[in-house]
């Protein structure tokens, strides 16, 4: 039929092609698997050992950006790694990691592995083919008819190279047996329009086992962007178990001052243990709601029943200095439709839309983890200084050197931004995929590694610290300049 068409019709050919190629589409099977016997555990607790001397916490947050975003986040771990005497540095100090699409990748190595997973990341994942196994051909009418329809990949491409080259099978059952990083993979639930965090109260909701799932199926949840993947699916379990929501929940139903992230959050869990409402959770690209993964800080935050959580007590009297980095590996847009009366239109337009939504959205959580995170110091210190000189030595283990009011939080976005021009015009080139060249790959470590040795926050972090002072790299450390890339 599509061969008797007129030659002179390329474009009808296509769309009948299209719609006749619809029964390609590409449906993903439920992820996850039920859970019965209680709620999940935590994704992990921080052992005895972490916590003998841990005066430092530092947190995290890889924005998307494909493999761009994945290298400029292990650059800025390779930064941490080399800001302190050491082997590993700062990573040791590292308590949390959130992860957006490409960043979700870097993020859960580093939460499963902690600081023996930097050094070999370059050249397990970085400067491989991620696409290996991806259909991505812009002129193969099967990979656009699947795109059209709901996506041209299934979860199995993308996340059986991971599982490939990094995972190995690992579960966020493994990942709380062998690890003292919280670590959160951020996607997006596209029916509610919110952010969904791969975490045990959220699995709880869905009477489904979190430590059953593996690593790698979650970063492709995260990394799922729309056309290119179809969603990753969900099922809702809800009548295999005796759900019960949390107490936070309740609470905020009827509490006005609820922040609207934590009444999102707690419509959308309510929503997962009612059958009526919802069967199947569809995930996407975790950066369509926030590009940046702060979110979840924000609601974790907002839902705390106690001044100092997500922190335990006891973190909260030995911690003195903490730091929040958040990356951005997002590029500048190159809007030439600006520069004439025309456009954008069709994919151009749509696309602009969606940037547009996603830079706002993401803006808005960042600056709402800013002042949550100026509000969370003020209650820390109002805690510790409520406490006994006996609750003090429970808690921490000895009163020598206590000081309730000695606590300060720094918190800075890093990107391409204060590199210089030249620099950051390259790194605008690179596109946002999950294949790049080695040159690309490097160009984009390199960002990352020199905007985190610059970034003012961090450095007043360090000068905060005993000995502390500007990042300097250890001798005999290599480093590419722009003009090698």
Request: aromatic fraction near 8%.
């Amino acid at each position: 039929m599509i061969a008797s068409l007129p030659k002179a019709a390329p474009i009808i050919r296509s769309a009948v092609a299209a719609v006749l190629l619809s029964a390609c589409a590409i449906t993903n099977d439920p992820i996850n698997t039920p859970k019965s016997d209680g709620p999940n555990a935590p994704l992990t607790e921080v052992s005895a050992d972490a916590l003998a001397d841990d005066s430092l916490f530092i947190g995290l947050a890889f924005s998307g950006g494909g493999m761009r975003a994945s290298a400029f986040a292990h650059g800025m771990l390779e930064a941490l790694q080399e800001a302190a005497p050491g082997a590993d540095g700062l990573l040791p100090h590292v308590r949390l990691v959130t992860g957006v699409s490409g960043g979700s990748v870097t993020a859960a190595y580093f939460g499963f592995m902690g600081p023996r997973g930097v050094n070999g990341y370059r050249e397990k994942y970085l400067i491989k083919d991620a696409e290996k196994y991806m259909a991505n051909s812009p002129y193969n009418p099967v990979t656009i008819a699947r795109g059209l329809s709901g996506g041209a990949n299934g979860r199995k491409t993308f996340g059986r190279f991971l599982d490939e080259t990094l995972f190995h099978g690992a579960t966020f059952g493994d990942l709380s047996r062998k690890s003292d990083i919280i670590t959160w993979i951020n996607a997006a639930d596209v029916a509610n329009r919110t952010s969904f965090l791969f975490s045990p109260e959220t699995f709880d909701a869905l009477c489904s086992d979190l430590s059953k799932l593996p690593l790698s199926e979650a970063v492709t949840a995260s990394a799922a962007f729309p056309l290119v993947f179809s969603p990753i699916v969900l099922e809702a379990h809800t009548q295999k178990c005796d759900y019960r929501e949390p107490d936070w929940l309740t609470s905020a139903r009827f509490n006005p001052e609820a922040t609207s992230a934590l009444k999102a959050h707690g419509k959308v869990l309510e929503s997962y243990a009612d059958p009526e409402k919802v069967k199947y959770v569809k995930l996407l690209d975790g950066g369509t709601t926030d590009n940046f993964g702060t979110i979840a800080f924000a609601v974790e935050r907002a839902k705390a029943q106690n001044p100092y959580g997500p922190l335990t007590a006891e973190q909260a009297v030995r911690v003195n200095r903490m730091l929040f980095l958040v990356a951005n590996a997002g590029v500048e847009s190159n809007h030439k439709w600006t520069q004439r009366k025309k456009g954008p239109g069709g994919i151009e337009l749509a696309l602009s839309i969606v940037n547009s939504s996603m830079a706002s959205a993401t803006r808005t959580a960042y600056d709402a983890m800013r002042l949550t995170l100026n509000d969370w110091q003020e209650d820390i210190v109002e805690y510790r200084c409520s406490l006994s000189l006996a609750q003090v030595r429970q808690l921490r283990g000895s009163t020598q050197g206590w000081d309730c009011a000695d606590l300060k939080i720094f918190v800075s976005e890093v990107s391409f931004e204060g590199l210089d021009e030249e620099m950051r015009a390259q790194l605008n080139e690179i596109p946002t995929r999950l294949r790049l060249e080695t040159e690309q790959v490097d160009l984009a470590i390199q960002a990352g590694r020199m905007s985190t040795r610059a970034n003012p926050e961090f450095n007043g972090f360090l000068r905060s610290l005993d000995g502390g002072g500007p990042v300097r790299p250890p001798a005999g450390a290599t480093r590419i300049t722009p003009q090698q890339s």
